[in-house]
């Protein structure tokens, strides 16, 4: 199980995440983010991706 | 016999950070060494123009995380290099003690570039935290703020400290504000919506000095005029920091060369194996876009080159005989960059500044609102750029990828 954790007041919202771990994050229609918080370990290598590619570093992994 | 000399990196920054880390997912379990001339660990700089300004101001609020596979990494921090030997693989630091290396990884990025004026105290650029933390102290209501420079740096200071209550005037030599990344009409929009925020632009104009004995008091421009300033701050662009590697034998024509391996290259032509290039500093091929070699100052490139040169790197010296192969495997990073700027938040694709001349179409919107524009090179899609419109954005992301 991997947790993901996003600082809202954080994230701008520019869906670089969504590239590396689409499964995981979202834009929706209203350009806001929408993730998965649980998911199955085997995401984790694209969450790590998700992670560094975060322009506001917004995201991180709940160990 | 092992070679148990260490992997040195030069450059204490994202880049750095990120070849190490790629560096161990490829399998090198040696010894790394980071040299770093700020002392700070590894942090993020796009909030040093925005959010850090505008609130609190910290390095842990902007350090990026450490993983468990680089624990060990051993970071000499506060060290500036002073020069390096390729031939005997070694280098010296400013302390003048001698640091040998099995390979090297240049990533030492970029400095402000300064005017020629008086160092007077009210006077900045914005690169480092600690020029955010000095910048921070001084933007307080009421102050006059006089940025000279009108592109990402200068436009995202001017915002932030308007926000916060200063007179702010930019002065620039351009005639529109970021007119080489945005293009002549988003250009003319971005100055419209800062001048609806009371930011007032002084275009076609350059600085030619400082008034006052201790402290700022006014800044001369070239046509006579005194612009009254409490604070100005510096965004005329950046320096590469390759000084360091001027008896390198390097091709040090803007940034150093290196082929889409991130491997630099000699003077002589000659691709070396044991040293790499990363982040703003690296003139790299983008096959995404043709081989011609480019410096690219985006937020995106010190991952994206740190990645690969760790992965090369890691192959060359695993010594496994994949090394070829991964060397060979084409580079393609897309050029990506944000920018927030009052209510707007700017997001680009691509390369737009290949376009044609009339190469610029609106895609989607209106200018005068949230738009996309399209930036094409023949009818090849090479650039994209959003005011707004941050989902109906990423299609056109996938659209440059394929080519």
Known sequence: ?63 | MADDRPVVVVGASMGGLRVTESLRKAGYEGAITVIGEETHLPYNRPPLSKDVLSSGVSHEKVAFPQRAATADVDWMLGSPVASVNVDERSLLTADGVAHEWRALVVATGLRPRRLALPELAGRHTLRTLDDAIALREELRPGQRVVVNGSGFIGCEVAATARKLGCEVTVVSSNELPMLRPLGRVLAAELQSRHEAQGVVFVTGRSVVGLSGDTRVEGVLLDDGTELPADVVVEAIGADCNTEWLAASGLDLTDGVLTDSALRAIGLDGRVRDDVYVVGDVARFPNLLFDAVPRRVEHWNIPTDTGRRAGAVLGAYLADDGSYQEVAALPFTPMPSFWSNQFDLAIQAYGLPGLADPDGVRLLEGEVSGDSITGFYRGERLVGVIGFGMKAALLPYRALIAAG
């Open chain 1, 1 to 63: 199980m991997v947790i993901v954790k996003v600082d809202m007041d954080m994230c701008q919202h520019y869906g670089q995440c969504v590239f590396e771990a689409p499964q995981i994050f979202t834009l929706n229609g209203d350009d806001k983010l929408e993730y998965v918080a649980e998911s199955d370990e085997a995401n984790r290598g694209d969450i790590e991706a998700a992670v560094d590619v975060c322009p506001m570093q917004a995201i991180r992994i709940v160990e």
